[in-house]
């Protein structure tokens, strides 16, 4: 079995931008703007959120987050990103989802200017990817394909098999390894909570794509010999035994598959720095 270093890769990528940045700067060029938007204090979220903001300190991006309490109305988050889209020193806007209850995440999708819209959540940009036009893919799905490129994992005529069909990862990812090029022309298999007998999909898959959010579901036995498993999964389960109190794990028993799998990504450290050195490039294009 070999690793799937995303961890490797997401450096590799940052660096690059660095001093694609460094030069902009040097001659006076744009210097990208990403701004954030949070919600609420979900302790996921404000880590994500976090862990974007300081990446792009580190690659020399400008960078700006708007915190609201959950007391925040639709309303005025509309008109937060209106005013966000009318900025013309911001190229890049994310909100963070989940958002509260009583937000409609469509609406707040929708409003984002589908040219700052590094997520790639917009229906235009969702679109435009299902008709293989250029644009903004989503920051996970798009890390996924990096990660498949960088270790030349063939992908044509392969069975994958996607477990989830969320629209931030299963949905977007399924599209996109059917699409004619590389990554993709593969046989692509979506499962989700209908699913009826999970493991007779599973074991069929050259490629399986775990992004269901249950801790450790695929087993070894749900899983081929020479499988490819790209474990998209962060569940936070108590740890007592860690400072944090939790640690983290993947929608893929990773001790249990290692030894049956050709390549796998670990969790943490596989497909999570990837979506950020993917929003970070999106950002880059946003600028461009
Ligand atoms: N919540 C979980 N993943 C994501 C993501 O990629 N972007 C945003 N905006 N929210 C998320």
């Known amino acids: 079995m070999q690793l799937l270093d995303g961890k490797a890769l997401s450096q ?12 902009r700067a040097a001659s006076g060029g744009i210097i990208p ?24 300190e ?21 008109a937060k990103i209106e005013e966000i889209n009318n900025d013309e020193s911001i190229h890049g806007l994310l909100v963070q989802l989940p958002l509260p209850k009583h937000i409609d995440v469509s609406k707040v999708v929708e409003k984002v200017d589908y040219r700052k819209d590094v997520d790639g959540f917009h229906p235009m940009n969702i679109g435009r990817m299902a008709k293989n036009m250029p644009c903004a893919l989503p920051a996970t799905p798009y890390g996924i394909l990096k990660i498949l490129e960088e270790y030349k994992i063939e992908t044509k005529g392969k ?13 977007p ?26 493991a007779s ?33 962060m569940n936070r389960i108590e740890d007592a035994t860690r400072k944090s109190g939790f ?22 450290g596989g497909v999570g720095p990837m979506t950020i050195a993917c929003l970070l490039l999106n950002t880059l294009q946003a600028a461009s």
């Open 58 to 78: 580190e690659i020399g991006y400008k960078s700006t987050m708007f915190r609201y309490d959950t007391s925040i109305t639709e309303e005025e988050l509309l």
């Open 247 to 268: 640690r983290l794990v993947g929608d893929v028993a990773f001790d249990e598959v290692k030894d049956k799998c050709s390549f796998i990504t670990p969790v943490p």
């Open 173 to 198: 990812i399924s599209i996109l390894m059917s699409r004619p090029g590389y990554p993709g022309n593969a046989t692509v298999t979506v499962c989700h909570s209908h699913t009826k007998d999970l």
């Open 201 to 233: 999909f599973t074991r069929e898959a050259d490629i399986i794509i775990a992004a269901v959010g249950v801790p450790e579901l695929i087993k070894e036995n749900m899983v081929k010999e020479g499988a490819v498993i790209i474990d998209v999964g």
């Open 159 to 171: 069975n994958c098999v996607v477990v989830g069909r969320s629209q931030i990862v299963g949905s």
């Open 12 to 23: 590799k990528i940052k660096l690059q931008i660095k001093e694609d940045v460094a030069k």
């Open 33 to 56: 703007h990403l701004c954030a938007i949070l919600v609420g204090n979900d302790p996921a979220s404000e880590t994500y959120v976090r862990n974007k903001i300081l990446s792009c």
